[in-house]
């Protein structure tokens, strides 16, 4: 008997800042598009991935993402229908992760620069065993 397999994995970067909505009742959804680049012996070119997140990977995507950010995403690709404001009827394909892990550095644009911390003080001399031996010792 055959199995299905509905997934999809990308790495690639964001297009624009992620777009964070909240349902009624409170779960967080964010949409935001990925520019995954290809190429062949002929050419080259990029596609666009469109991404849809739910719950807590859509607050933390909304929260750590943003423009130029490199991503690795995965999840199952889902055709959606829905009208336009004429009234036309519309389909979008897109990918409803499941995962996301961020790529790349802080140089790359994930996260804020903040200043270095200061150094914690430190601890006061505690006596320890070693503090006996003579400085002696021949090896």
Excluded: H
Aim: glycine share 10%; aromatic share 10%.
């Amino acid at each position: 008997m055959a199995t299905d397999l509905n997934l999809c994995q990308f790495i690639g970067r964001l297009g624009k800042d992620p777009e964070t909505r909240y349902m009624t009742g409170g779960d967080a959804v964010v949409n935001f598009s990925v520019a995954v680049g290809w190429k062949s012996k002929e050419k080259e070119g990029t596609e666009w991935v469109r991404c849809t997140a739910f719950g807590k990977l859509a607050e933390i995507c909304g929260q750590y993402l943003k423009k130029g950010s490199q991503v690795y995403v995965a999840g199952r690709m889902a055709t959606r229908k829905w009208q336009d404001k004429d009234g036309q009827d519309r389909y979008t394909t897109e990918i409803t992760l499941d995962r996301m892990q961020i790529l790349g550095s802080r140089q790359d644009g994930e996260g804020a620069t903040a200043a270095p911390e200061k150094p914690a003080a430190k601890p006061a001399a505690r006596q320890n065993a070693f503090d006996d031996f003579e400085d002696d010792i021949p090896f």
